[in-house]
Nanobody
């Protein structure tokens, strides 16, 4: 059974950092991606990482601030977020790149506020 379990979100002040984790079950060796959905907005693709660790940013909003990595032995992908801003407030999700729509997880809430 495919399952994505995101964690690591929370409340952080502007300029702060968080690292999100996503444990992937049921699939391996796929290009994975992080997405986010802010209140009232559509879900946005942030960045992807291949099984070999090559990363690609898919929006200028996060370039230079967010970094992806993965540990294939743990079936876990990570999103290191630095320089957080109020407009980064959203629910963050992981899924395959070209997402498996029936397997979206609960996501993890990130709130950036002073």
């Amino acid at each position: 059974q495919v399952h994505f379990a995101e964690s690591g979100g929370g409340l952080v002040q502007p300029g702060g950092s968080l690292t999100l984790s996503c444990v992937v079950s049921g699939i391996t060796s796929r290009t994975m991606a992080w997405y986010r959905q802010a209140p009232g907005q559509r879900r946005m693709t942030l960045a992807s990482i291949s099984s070999g660790g090559n990363t690609e940013m898919h929006t200028s909003f996060v370039e230079g601030r967010f970094t992806l990595s993965r540990d294939n032995a743990k079936n876990t992908i990570y999103l290191q977020m630095n320089g957080l801003r109020a407009d980064d407030t959203a629910v963050y999700y992981c899924n395959t790149y070209s997402p498996l729509s029936q397997f979206w997880g609960q996501g993890t809430q990130v709130t950036v506020s002073s």
